[in-house]
């Protein structure tokens, strides 16, 4: 299990094509040089100024070294006005323990769900009966943001799965239709 960042970008009007462009040019690639696994990177099917992206780390001690490279490298120091001038908030962050979610390489539209269950118990029960390896499911990971330069949401002890499944018995927090960032 990794360490999984799920983060949600509220940009300015029309600003996600910039944003993206940037991100695949310079992030991806700086990101990893730095120790990053980056996942999925997608387009909000439902709101066209909101950018959604998977980054993953082995543990917390290695989230924090590789935050440090990044956030004080050289790729960042020369882009980060760029980035940062798309977004009108960039901390809705959910920090969690899972899988990580290795992206179909065919897939058109990914949905994400997440879920705040009652208890452990009713949750594992659904998960039982309508989850598998495919969904991919993560879990709120509790211990403190050591790198608290960036944000994550506090106070959730969430779920979160990819893909079509029945829906669970209690309310959705948030349904998430993606679009996949392809690059080339």
């Known amino acids: 299990m990794s360490i999984v960042e799920l983060r949600q970008y509220t940009l300015h009007p029309g600003a996600r094509e910039t944003l993206i462009e940037l991100f695949e ?3 991806v690639t700086g990101q990893q040089d730095a120790g990053i696994t980056v996942g999925g990177r997608f387009r909000d099917l439902d709101d066209p100024d909101r950018f959604v992206w998977l980054r993953a780390f082995p543990d917390l001690t290695h ?4 935050l440090e490279a990044f956030y004080t490298g050289p790729v960042w120091r020369a882009h ?3 980035a940062n001038a798309t977004m009108l908030d960039s901390d809705d962050v959910l920090l969690l323990r899972g899988p990580g979610y290795p992206l179909p390489p065919d897939a058109r539209e990914v949905g994400a769900t997440i ?3 009652p208890d452990a118990g009713a949750f594992d029960a659904y ?3 309508h989850l598998n390896r ?3 499911l993560h879990r709120t990971e509790h211990a403190v943001n050591d790198f608290p330069r960036l944000p994550v949401r506090t106070g959730l002890d969430a779920r979160v799965w990819f893909g079509p499944a029945e829906p669970p018995p209690w309310p959705v927090l948030q349904h998430l239709r993606l ?3 392809r690059t080339g």
């Open 80 to 82: 980060r006005e760029a």
């Open 63 to 66: 989230r924090r070294r590789a």
């Open 25 to 27: 040019r310079e992030f």
């Open 134 to 136: 495919g969904h991919a």
């Open 127 to 129: 998960a039982d009966r």
């Open 115 to 117: 879920c705040v269950p």
């Open 179 to 181: 679009e996949p960032v």
